[in-house]
């Protein structure tokens, strides 16, 4: 049933091992981040307290929300068209595109910055943030807004220049780190956090961009020029692949931000609090797949475009099988030390109620991390449309099981919304393969 797909890595050994080193740099970078992050959380909440840590995340929570709902996802953009003009050596074809993403990285922030300003002045009081905070808030999601950093990522990723974009990454944590520790110290409040919280999304940027500027993209960009008419020429259904590649990942995003939201807004800034720090914790899962997706992409696009139908059944169900037991051995170990990891990083037993939560959200995540390669297929198979239905009906169904449990159950039922929406979601993407595969004749 999965002949079609074995298109996809007909050019199997130098994709795998390309992916494979691109993974390897991405868990580089993610496992510094890891460790730090428990560092840096484990200092804001016994600095903050669980119902100012709850304040701090809602703020944070709503900021990164916003920042997903306008930013464009153009790496993707890059990286799926980008494949064409380096194989043509299409230079100045190239730079109009790179030009295009980062002029809609722009629009984007500019966007958000209005955005985030209507939606403070409106529901600012819901999310606890009074008149005290309101700058501070403004100035964060402002800063989160204006490092969007997508075009970047993207070209760093279309070049293979993996180790640069870690190194990139890695300063997220670092400066986070820092920050923490200068907020404990002279300023233990929500906005000395804010500060240091948004420092580290600049530095990154800043990162990014100068990368660019090494390897002389960032003057690529400034010299192009882009025509409109003369863009969707070049790039072949940009338009229709823009849009549905786009909301597929910004619904898959905000699925990590909305619930707390939610409990925020349905419980209180407590239960947030302790609902962040379950979640901050389980998330370790839904990164590891977006690594392995944002590895792997690259080289789906480069095989799809020159492949004939052949083997990719036996492969594609030996990732599947390895991706699987690995979230398994992941959702074991979470289960063996969630409760004093829980206790230990927030420094209160209050924490521990968080347990259940850590469970439902750490299974969630097993969940996407089983059936990883089902959208980079859909997508590489010019499938967008399709995956973007799927994730539309998995964050409703998300969303419709928070919003009835979460009166009744408080945190645990967005904890419960958050794995069936998982649950719902991989199911519609396996048949969605297993549909194109057959469709496919291969």
């Known amino acids: 049933m999965f002949r079609f797909l074995t298109s996809l890595f007909q050019r199997s050994a130098s994709g795998v091992r390309s992916a494979a080193r691109n993974l390897g740099w991405m868990l580089a970078s993610r496992g510094v981040l890891a460790v730090l992050s428990l560092i840096y959380l484990g200092i804001a909440t016994r600095a903050l307290g669980i119902k100012d840590f709850g304040r701090f995340a809602l703020i944070t929570g709503a900021a990164q929300a916003i920042a997903i709902f306008a930013a464009f996802q153009t790496w993707q953009i890059v990286v799926r068209y980008g494949v064409d003009h380096l194989e043509n050596r299409d230079e ?8 295009l993403s980062a002029l809609v990285d722009l629009g984007s922030a500019v966007v958000g910055i209005g955005m985030a300003a209507a939606i403070l002045s409106i529901w600012g009081e819901s999310f606890s943030i009074g008149p005290d905070l309101m700058r501070d808030t403004m100035i964060f999601a402002a800063a989160q807004l204006i490092s969007i950093r997508s075009t970047p990522i993207g070209i760093l990723r279309l070049r293979d220049q993996f180790a640069k974009a870690a ?18 110290f002279f300023l233990p409040t929500v906005e000395g956090f804010l500060w240091g919280w948004a420092a580290a999304e600049v530095c990154t940027a800043a990162a ?3 990368f660019l500027h090494r390897s002389g993209d960032l003057r690529r960009i400034f010299d192009a020029r882009v ?14 692949f823009s849009l549905s590649a786009n909301a597929n990942a910004t619904l898959g995003m905000s699925t990590k931000q909305i619930p707390i939201l939610f409990v925020g807004g349905f419980v209180g800034t407590t239960a947030a609090g302790a609902f962040r720090l379950a979640l901050q914790l389980a998330q370790a899962l839904a990164k590891l797949s977006q690594l392995i997706a944002r590895a792997a992409f690259p080289e789906v696009v480069k095989a799809v475009r020159t492949a ?24 074991a170990l979470i289960a063996l030390v969630g409760k004093p990891l829980l206790v230990g990083v927030g420094g209160d037993e209050a924490f521990v109620r968080a347990y259940p939560l850590l469970l439902w959200l750490a299974a969630a995540g097993s969940i996407d991390l089983a059936v990883v390669a089902f959208e980079p297929v859909l997508l590489a198979g010019n499938r967008a449309v399709t995956a973007l239905v799927a994730r539309v009906i ?13 009166p009744v159950l408080g945190a645990a039922g967005a904890s419960m919304g958050v794995f069936a929406g998982s649950l719902v979601g991989a199911v519609l993407l396996g048949a969605a393969v297993i549909h194109l595969a057959r469709r496919s004749g291969a």
């Open 92 to 99: 100045g074809a190239l730079g109009r595109l790179f030009r």
């Open 208 to 210: 990014y961009w100068w």
């Open 308 to 331: 004939p139908p052949k083997r990719l059944s036996r492969l594609l169900s030996r990732v599947f099988a390895a991706t699987s037991a690995g979230a398994l051995v992941i959702l």
């Open 167 to 184: 190194a990139a990454d890695s300063i997220t944590p670092a400066v986070r780190f820092i920050g923490a520790v200068v907020a404990a």
């Open 394 to 406: 998995a964050v409703s169904v998300q969303i419709g099981v928070m919003i009835a449990l979460l």
């Open 227 to 240: 025509n409109w008419a003369e863009a969707r020429r070049e790039n072949p259904n940009i338009v229709r």
